[in-house]
T-cell receptor, first 116, second 116 residues
Framework: AQKITQTQPGMFVQEKEAVTLDCTYD???????LFWYKQPSSGEMIFLIY??????QNATEGRYSLNFQKARKSANLVISASQLGDSAMYFC?????????????FGTGTRLQVTL | ETGVTQTPRHLVMGMTNKKSLKCEQH?????MYWYKQSAKKPLELMFV???????ENNSVPSRFSPECPNSSHLFLHLHTLQPEDSALYLC???????????????FGEGSRLTVL
């Protein structure tokens, strides 16, 4: 079984500052993938960044980077230079090596509020 | 604009009604999903279709009935629902290959269901 834990129900960050959203995971699969999604108030889940368990380097996508610490089973999302439009729910998710289709297990999410 | 569209965006129904949620993906993907998002709970995978064949039914009550007539369309038929079924229902799609990929899911904006 796979489990994703996001311990921060809500976070505040000032505009232009960096913020780290925590995610820890648990799995017995030797190969897995970790994802972060953003969900604005419109409801759509927007893919942000992906990290494979065998990737040697931390993933980066623009202002998003994933701080992957395999031994600690953590995959924290770092958003640099926060913008007002970053205010949303953020979900960490995992895909295990479980055969067909991309079945993702999600955490409970962190609500990020960017302030002036 | 999202490549996955869901209709209706909002639905209110009584417990004795029969309604359907519709999802259409314009991305040429071969796998489609239904997820349920309830307040303060992780997203719950309900159904997975891969090449139009149902490959996953996550112990979903029979009052939810999925239908996948082709790889671009996915329906969720609803009947005799309960108030606890009120939630945001998210449709997603992905492109699955035998050689593996990131497993990124593309989501629609969801259908907000309220059962009275």
């Amino acid at each position: 079984a796979q489990k994703i834990t996001q311990t921060q129900p809500g976070m505040f960050v000032q505009e232009k500052e960096a913020v780290t959203l925590d995610c820890t995971y648990d799995t017995s699969d030797p190969s897995y993938g970790l994802f972060w999604y953003k969900q604005p108030s419109s409801g759509e889940m927007i893919f942000l960044i992906y990290q494979g368990s065998y990737d040697q380097q931390n993933a980066t996508e623009g202002r998003y980077s994933l701080n992957f610490q395999k031994a600690r089973k953590s995959a924290n999302l770092v958003i640099s230079a926060s913008q007002l439009g970053d205010s949303a729910m953020y979900f960490c998710a995992m895909r295990g090596n479980t055969g067909t289709a991309s079945k993702l297990t999600f955490g409970t999410g962190t609500r990020l509020q960017v302030t002036l | 604009e999202t490549g996955v569209t869901q209709t209706p965006r909002h639905l209110v129904m009584g417990m004795t009604n029969k309604k359907s949620l519709k999802c259409e993906q314009h991305l040429g993907h071969n796998a489609m999903y239904w997820y349920k998002q309830s307040a303060k709970k992780p997203l719950e995978l309900m159904f997975v279709y891969n090449f139009k064949e149902q490959t996953e039914n996550n112990s979903v009550p029979s009052r939810f009935s999925p239908e996948c007539p082709n790889s671009s369309h996915l329906f969720l038929h609803l009947h005799t629902l309960q108030p606890e079924d009120s939630a945001l229902y998210l449709c997603a799609s992905s492109q699955e290959t035998s050689s593996g990929n990131t497993g990124e899911l593309f989501f629609g904006e969801g259908s907000r269901l309220t059962v009275l």
